[in-house]
């Protein structure tokens, strides 16, 4: 046996591991940190040196006086990865904390998405009767299409688009989780 037989195997992220293929969890982590350029992309960098995947990502400012953004991650793998995510985030400067959500329990999780869907007749006025259904908002409008606004729980979102497709999905536009512990504590 020689190298060019048999090459070294890839390195496996934590993903690709046959063990644990069946206890892949999704959690979603709130890190709150100092807002300064590059912090977002040390934070990507991380995840994607190790092979973690982002289902999700948010980030905007919670504080303008102290300069503080909140970064809201969804990923997912085993529950030692995520526990080893955490702890490397957590030594990243200027990372001031990070909560797994999803442990702490209680998170209220939304997103907000904007569909667009076209059609005319009765294809139009199925659109208009789901939308109402799942208080989706009409906030454009033509003779062909509409541009529905719909904020809910991911698995909301995902379900209006599919009873789209067939009606006239065009595309879609989501913001991502937003998410936040329930209860008087900050994270």
């Known amino acids: 046996m020689n190298a060019l037989t048999n090459p070294p195997a890839a390195p496996l992220s ?13 959690h979603t982590l709130s ?3 100092d807002n300064e350029p590059g912090v977002l ?3 990507v960098g991380l995840f994607s040196g190790r092979g973690y995947n982002i289902e999700s990502l948010t980030v905007a400012e919670v504080a303008h006086a102290e300069h503080l953004s909140r970064i809201t991650i969804v990923t997912s793998g085993t529950p030692e990865a995520i526990e080893q995510i ?3 985030l957590e030594r990243l400067v200027p990372i001031h904390r990070v909560t797994d959500l999803t442990l702490t329990g209680g998170a209220v999780e939304r997103e907000l998405a904007m569909i667009k869907v076209a059609g005319r007749g009765e294809d139009r006025v199925e659109a208009l009767r789901l939308a109402e259904a799942f208080r989706a908002r009409v906030i454009d409008a033509s003779i062909e299409s509409f541009v529905f ?3 809910g729980a991911v ?6 688009i599919e009873l789209m497709r067939p009606i006239g999905l065009v595309e879609v536009s989501r913001t991502g989780v937003a998410a936040i512990s329930r209860g008087p504590k900050a994270m």
């Open 149 to 151: 606004e719909l904020t």
């Open 31 to 33: 890190v709150l940190v």
């Open 86 to 88: 955490g702890h490397q």
């Open 41 to 43: 992309a040390r934070v």
């Open 14 to 26: 934590p993903y690709s591991s046959a063990v644990g293929k069946s206890n892949i969890e999704t």
């Open 155 to 160: 698995t909301k979102i995902d379900q209006f």
